[in-house]
């Protein structure tokens, strides 16, 4: 919807979006192996965006949008493996979820200083963040008799932070000037990563164990960078 008011004739806009879930999908069956797959999804957004007249020399403009997104996948499959020696009866299931929001910030100042000078102030910020999470597990049966199970999160972030400054000057001579713009930038971006796997073997087709294998592993990265660009033209 919208909504007009504020001094000097200026609008005033806020934009919500919709909000959507998906349905559950459909199964299959092929030679020695059958499967699902469903799940569901919930999408978000909304946007706001402001613009005011101060006076006949000062004017800004600012905004603001955020999304949410969350996914949500199920599958499972059984199959068969044939060998001399014997049949795996093999059942996999797994499960995953994905969650991302995003937040954009952005405004511009304008100030018309006088006939000969203008002035522009743009700062902006951005925050994005994610998780997901899934497990897969597989159980065999047969000529393998063993369980594997697979758990993995990972997990993200990015703020970031800007501006220019823009300045520009008129002489009297037609059609010259100059102009100086001043760019700035800072990123960061930091992840984290934890896989754990868990295999356990029985003995033949009973439920005895024979040995298993734990793995557990973090990763962690972060990367920060600055950046600096001018501009003048004259």
Do not use: C, W
Request: proline letters at 2%.
């Amino acid at each position: 919807g919208s909504f007009g008011g504020g001094g000097f004739g200026a609008p005033v806009i806020i934009n919500v979006g919709g909000f959507g879930r998906g349905g559950m999908g459909g199964g299959g069956f092929a030679a020695g192996s059958s499967g699902s797959s469903g799940g569901n999804t919930k999408l978000g957004n909304m946007s706001f965006s402001i613009r005011d007249v101060i006076n006949p020399k000062l004017s800004y403009n600012a905004s603001y949008t955020f999304s949410n997104n969350r996914i949500n996948d199920l599958s499972s499959s059984e199959s068969q493996n044939f060998s001399s020696l014997g049949t795996t009866f093999s059942v996999n299931e797994g499960n995953s979820l994905n969650k991302t929001q995003s937040h954009n910030v952005n405004f511009e100042l304008e100030y018309n200083i006088n006939k000969k000078n203008y002035l522009r102030i743009q700062p902006t910020f951005s925050y994005s963040d994610g998780n997901r999470s899934s497990m897969n597990s597989v159980f065999q049966t047969g000529l393998i008799h063993q369980d594997q199970t697979v758990n993995s999160v990972n997990t993200n972030s990015r703020p970031n932070i800007g501006g220019n400054l823009f300045y520009q000057y008129y002489f009297d001579k037609r059609r010259r000037n100059f102009s100086a713009s001043l760019n700035v930038g800072n990123n960061t971006q930091n992840s984290e990563q934890q896989n754990k796997s868990n295999i356990i073997y029985y003995y033949d087709e009973s439920d005895l164990v024979l040995k298993d294998s734990l793995v557990n592993r973090i990763i962690e990265r972060s990367n920060k960078s600055l950046s600096l660009r001018s501009v003048f033209t004259f």
